[in-house]
């Protein structure tokens, strides 16, 4: 029972241009959300958060958007640059995840950032 | 300002053999979390644990597997009689717990097991 779901294993874009990474969840008791970037050999890091009664949150080139009613989020990160090329994470936390802080993760979606 | 500290980087055994891998969380933090990755797969809840005291153990596999957080000394994972299918990437990561909003976790390096 995949609870954080990112469909696109991979995504491919060109350098300047938008990447949108996106990622749906089943549960509606989460009630945070949040996005991880993970490059190899490296743990994940933190890179934005969005509360679940907001439907976006900004952090210079990155902005979360959530669709409450559809389950969906997305990170879109604008202009894409060849160091963004990472795995990213969508991870959520809060009730659906038995309100003990644990974050629920999907399974990443690789972005490589083309010059 | 050390982050959290994992160690071994990575380990290898082989199977039967025990794992043990550390985790040191960063400073301040007194809630440790532990992930595993499987290759090609993303990252699974393993266990949660506050000093001395284990909260959330729900992804632990029911043998074999065991974690402990002391008093004094870093964050353990244990992993008895080991076999292929534990090979995988170990994360460990801690926060400062539940406030007022997100619990932003804070990850390690991670451990690397191998079973030959």
């Known amino acids: 029972d995949q609870q954080v779901k990112q469909n696109s294993p991979s995504l491919s874009v060109q350098e300047g241009r938008i990447s949108i990474l996106n990622c749906d969840y089943t549960?509606?008791?989460?009630?945070?959300f949040l996005w991880y970037k993970k490059y190899p050999a490296e743990g994940p890091t933190f890179l934005i958060s969005i509360s679940s009664i907001k439907d976006k949150n900004e952090d210079g080139r990155f902005t979360v958007f959530l669709n409450k009613s559809a389950k969906h989020l997305s990170l879109h990160i604008v202009p894409s640059q060849p160091g963004d090329s990472a795995v990213y994470f969508c991870a959520a936390s809060g009730v659906g995840s038995g309100n003990t802080g644990k974050l629920i993760f999907g399974q990443g979606t690789t972005l490589q950032v083309k010059p | 300002n050390a982050g959290v500290m994992q160690n071994p980087r990575h380990l290898v055994r082989r199977r039967g053999q025990e794992a043990r891998l550390r985790c040191s969380p960063m400073?301040?933090?007194?809630?440790v979390y532990w992930y595993r990755q499987l290759p090609e797969e993303g990252l699974k809840f393993m266990v949660y644990l506050q000093k001395e005291n284990i909260i959330d153990e729900s992804g632990m596999p029911k043998e074999r597997f065991s974690a402990e957080f002391p008093k004094e000394g870093p964050s353990i994972l244990r992993i008895q009689q080991v076999v292929r299918g534990d090979s995988a990437a170990y994360f460990c990561?801690?926060?400062?717990?539940?406030?007022?909003?997100?619990?932003?976790?804070?990850f390690g390096a991670g451990s690397r097991l191998t079973v030959l």
């Open positions: 549960n509606s008791m989460f009630d945070y």
């Open positions: 400073k301040g933090h007194s809630h």
């Open positions: 990561a801690s926060s400062q717990g539940r406030t007022s909003g997100a619990n932003v976790l804070t």
